[in-house]
Structure formats: C-alpha cells, structure tokens
C-alpha cells in the first residue's frame, strides 16, 4: 500500500516530481507550516475578539505557542523524521521562543510604535494592520528563520553537520607540469 507521500506524489505533474522530491524536507516543512498558520489564525483570532480583546499581542503569542507545539510534534514525525534526536526538544524550544519574539514584533510595531490602532484608526483598518503585521509579515519572517534554524541545529543528525578538517601538515599547492628538462628544488623533509 503507498504511503500518503507516494498517493500525493502520484497526483503532481510528472516534471514538478523531481523537484518536489529533491526539496521533499522544505515541502513538507511548508505543509506543516500551512497546518500550523491556518490553527494559529484560528485560535489568534478566536482569543483576540473574546477573552483577550484588548491584549492582540498576548492573543497572537498564546496562538502561535499553540500552532508551534503542534509544528513540533508534525515536524518531528514527518518532516524531519530522519534525523537525530540528541537535545532536539531543548533547541526546539530555544529556536520557537526567539521565532515568536520575531513573529511578534512586527505586530508590536504596527500596534505601538505605527499606531495602528483604535482610537488613532478605525476598528477595520486596526484589524487589516494586525493581520497584515502579525499573521503575513511575522510569520513569514518567523517561517524562514525557523527553517534555517531548524535545519541547522534541531533536526540534524551530526554526520549531517559540517566539518571543518584542518591539514595534517603544511599545504600542498598543486602547481602545473614543469616544463621537460626541468629538475624540481628538493624539499627539506617534514618536521615533528
């Protein structure tokens, strides 16, 4: 029986496939994170038009830890599913605590600094510029640090980290062929 990537995968263009399967990590990655921004707007804007009428930036902050514990558990099971698992829930929490402060403060900007908001606008230009500032441009922002991030420290095996491998010893710099009849200077021996 094949999988639920394999049924999708048969559904795609057969000139899109290669592509979709060689950046199968970021389409996955985008799926969840489709997921998790239509669960965070929901609940952000559930929270901010009943219990947290006055407080957008709490309602959207309590929305995205919701819409970010749900990416975790998504993430870990599909996307990155490969990888290591050493110290990945501590760095994951590390990386979601700086990407909400960098999906919230486009909206604090807009709100606070911009003043964007009531009495200074009318209510539906303050609720264009809360979704124009917190849910577009914090989460995109948000999004592409969150890969980057993700990637490089939470979900990678460390045979898939870089290694920087310093020579033994001195360099050897590859010159051209001498010309014929040429004899080469003899090098001193390498020391201890």
């Known amino acids: 029986m094949p999988s639920p990537t394999q049924r999708a995968l ?50 959207l902050t309590v929305a995205t830890v919701i819409g970010t514990g749900v990416s975790y558990v998504l993430n870990r099971r599909w996307s990155f599913r490969a990888a290591g698992r ?7 929490s590390l990386v ?10 486009p909206l604090v900007v807009s709100r606070y600094v911009l003043d964007l ?3 200074y606008v009318g209510p539906f230009a303050q609720e264009a510029a809360d979704f ?19 990637q490089r420290w939470v979900f990678t095996c460390p045979a898939e980290r870089p290694r920087t491998v310093l020579p033994a010893g001195p360099a050897l710099v590859r010159t ?11 090098m001193p021996p390498n020391m201890p």
Do not use: Q
Request: net charge positive; glycine share 4%.
């Open 176 to 186: 051209p062929s001498p010309e014929p009849g040429y004899a080469a200077p003899e």
């Open 10 to 59: 048969a559904r795609v263009p057969a000139r899109l496939c290669p592509f979709l399967l060689r950046h199968r990590r970021l389409v996955k990655f985008l799926l969840v994170g489709a997921l998790c921004f239509t669960l965070t707007l929901v609940i952000d804007f559930e929270l901010k038009f009943t219990v947290l009428a006055h407080k957008p930036v709490a309602a």
């Open 96 to 105: 979601s605590v700086v990407a909400i402060a960098v999906n919230d403060l």
């Open 117 to 119: 908001r009531e009495p």
């Open 132 to 150: 124009l500032s917190g849910m577009v441009v914090g989460t995109f922002v948000a999004m592409l640090f969150r890969f980057w991030a993700m």
């Open 86 to 92: 050493h110290r990945e829930a501590l760095l994951f």
